[in-house]
């Protein structure tokens, strides 16, 4: 291993796994309105933006690799389809967020 560049080591499967659960817990509690159960899974050091409530996420699928879970599905009744790439904290908690979205994406 070079000094100058050392080697990040990828999180356990099981630590991934823990996170496509926060995933998935995470849009469930932001649809029921559930503010402290989304909070919860976030890492300490995580800056959420304020989320998005009255809405309903319907997730097509979910594809997670080391410490990055993407999210791909479509949030009503904006009827917006989007991407959500989360990267994990070492402990398998939410630390940050990106939203890619296609408006009117959902309506052709």
Not at 20 to 49: C, Q
Request: negative net charge.
């Amino acid at each position: 291993m070079n000094s100058r560049h050392p080697r990040k080591l990828l999180p356990s499967r099981l630590i991934t796994d823990s996170g496509v659960d926060h995933v998935r817990l995470a849009y469930h509690y932001l649809d029921s309105g559930d503010v402290d159960g989304y909070l919860s899974l976030l890492d300490e050091d995580a800056r959420p933006e304020a989320p998005a409530l009255g809405c309903r996420h319907d997730i097509d699928r979910i594809v997670a690799s080391g410490d990055c879970v993407v999210a791909i599905g479509r949030v009503s009744p904006q009827q917006v389809d989007f991407v959500d790439v989360f990267t994990l904290s070492d402990e398998g908690m939410l630390r940050s967020r990106r939203r890619y979205a296609a408006p009117g994406a959902a309506a052709r």
